[in-house]
Every structure is written in C-alpha cells, then in structure tokens.
C-alpha cells in the first residue's frame, strides 16, 4: 500500500481553530511511513506558531509566489510520500479518510483521487435560498456529481489527492490560477488534471464520495453577495483555464452541467414551489449564479483576448 503525504496549506491566524482541527484530523490516521506537511503560505508570525503547536509535521514556508498554488507546489516538494494528499486548512478529514485514498491508489493507474467534501454550514444548516447544486461555491459536493466512485475530469480541490510522481511528469499547480488571500478565485486542480490527462491518456482522475472530510462554511459565504462574487470569479478561472488548455477540455464538466444539471435544478425548484416556496427562490438563484459565471468569463475574454492554447 502506498505511504501518504498530507499536505495542509495556510495563510492566516483567522482560521487558527479550523487549522488545528484539519491537522490533528490528520495525525490521528497517519501510519508508519506516512507524514503531515504544513505550509505557511508568507506569514512569518503564523508560521512560528505553528511548528510549536505541531511538531509532529514539517512545518515549512512557501517557497515560491503568494497563493496557494505555490504553497501547494511547496508541499510537493517537501514531500517524501508515495502519494501527495491535499486537505484544506478549514475542512477536517472524516475517519477512514487516509484508508480510502491508499486503497484507491493501490490501483496503478490511478494518478489523482478527490474524495466527498461534506458542507459544515455555521448555523447548522444551509440558507434556504442556496441551491444544491453550486455547493461547489463553498468549496463542497454538489448535487450532479457522481454518487458512487467515478471517473471525473477533476475533484474538489479542498480534499484531493495525487501520484507523487506525477508531478515530476506534468509539473506543478499553475500559478496563473488558483486562490491568493481571500479572493475567491480556484481551478488550478482543474488545469492540473486536464495536464495529466493530456500527458498518459490511460492515467485516471477517481471521485470516492464514500470518502470524505468536513469543510467549514462560515456565515460570511453563507450571503447572496459571497456567492455571485465566487461565481464570478469562478467564470474568470474557467476562462483562463481555457487559455491554457482549451476550451475543449476547460468547460468539458461545465457543458454537461450547464445542459444537465442546471436545467433540473430549474425544473425541481418551479414544479415544487407549492410544496415549498423556497424552490422558487432557489431556481432563480441557480439562474443567478450561472449568469454571474458566464459574466467573469465574459469579462476575463476581453481582458486577455482571444484563445490560444498552450502545452
């Protein structure tokens, strides 16, 4: 079975108790071989604070750019496990977590594997206007995803894992991509495995929803206006993925839940607003956030001008 590198990436003292939960989610499963690397993503008082609170793990600076991209890159390169698994600093990873992506990595030709990533709304519950289906703004599984374990083109990023050398095949996360601070941007995952894909077309990217962490949603992404700015900033992410790799393979998932997914969603909320009026609430929420989307790629085309496809 394949020993693990967990790799726990931070950026500020905010999210302190989230982050010691994530961790300590971790050192409870790690077996011989196994370790926990934390990078403290240029923040020099957090990063003191952390090799004191955790010095079982290797707690390390990014190496490279601010964001998480590099901060991720950075944990790869530290990393001496056969497997590199990535765990969001406000998620905590359910028991079995580690078990499950080893047994999936024991088939060869796997090379990356997301697991379920479980809403933990502060307040117990989501808001009543907010769709199944963009759980994704949060960070989370959403409604469309497959239900039993799949083929996908690539996991939520929050709870994923990949071949370590993979990496030493197709490079790192792009830092063209992927979330700085607070500013709800994301993809790189999403560029990373459209690469692997290109690179070994027998290679496999692997969805286990029977696997899974808890990601906190605190109560400031839990508002209308958190939501269309992620949606926003995920329709520019999406548009420069596709600079980079092509539309072809950049809006490849986007297509069929645009034509899926979404219309269902419509459908469900309208046909039971008696039942429910909130359903109506949330249909034109969905129309919301797909609006918001196709306007940041909208925007981010004009900004950067036409495709042209690289690597």
């Not at 403290?40 to 290797?58: C, E, G, S, V």
């Not at 379920?116 to 808001?127: D, K, L, S």
Request: hydrophobic share 40%; proline share 5%; with cysteine.
């Amino acid at each position: 079975m394949p020993s693990i590198s967990v790799v726990i990436c931070s950026y500020t003292d905010r999210r302190w108790d989230d982050f010691r939960r994530a961790c300590v989610s971790v050192e409870r499963q790690l077996l011989d071989g196994d370790e926990l690397v934390v990078v403290i993503d240029h923040n020099d008082a957090l990063l003191t604070r952390a090799r004191a609170a955790f010095p079982r793990a290797r707690v390390v600076a990014n190496g490279g750019k601010q964001g998480l991209s590099d901060a991720r890159n950075t944990g790869v390169a530290t990393a001496k496990g056969d497997v590199v698994a990535f765990l969001d600093d406000d998620a905590a990873a359910r028991p079995g977590w580690l078990a499950g992506l080893r047994a999936t990595f024991a088939q060869a030709e796997v090379a990356v594997a997301g697991t379920a990533v479980v809403a933990e709304w502060e307040g117990g519950h989501p808001p009543r206007w907010f769709p199944a289906e963009f759980g994704w703004v949060v960070g989370c599984s959403y409604r469309g995803q497959p239900e039993t374990k799949a083929a996908v083109r690539n996991p939520i990023g929050a709870s994923m894992a990949v071949r370590r050398s993979v990496f030493g095949e197709v490079g790192g996360f792009s830092d063209a991509i992927g979330r700085v601070g607070a500013t709800p941007v994301g993809c790189e995952e999403t560029e990373f495995c459209i690469r692997v894909a290109a690179h070994d077309s027998a290679a496999r990217v692997v969805l286990d929803p029977a696997t899974a962490v808890d990601h906190h949603v605190p109560a400031a992404r839990q508002t209308v206006g958190y939501f269309v700015r992620r949606c926003y900033h995920e329709g520019r992410s999406k548009r420069i993925v596709s600079l980079l790799r092509g539309a072809k393979a950049g809006l490849s998932a986007e297509r069929t839940y645009m034509r899926e997914t979404l219309p269902k969603a419509v459908a469900r909320g309208v046909s039971g607003a008696v039942r429910d009026p909130d359903g109506l609430v949330r249909a034109g929420v969905v129309m919301l956030g797909l609006g918001s989307t196709v306007l940041g790629y909208a925007v981010e085309s004009v900004r950067r001008g036409p495709l042209t496809v690289t690597g």
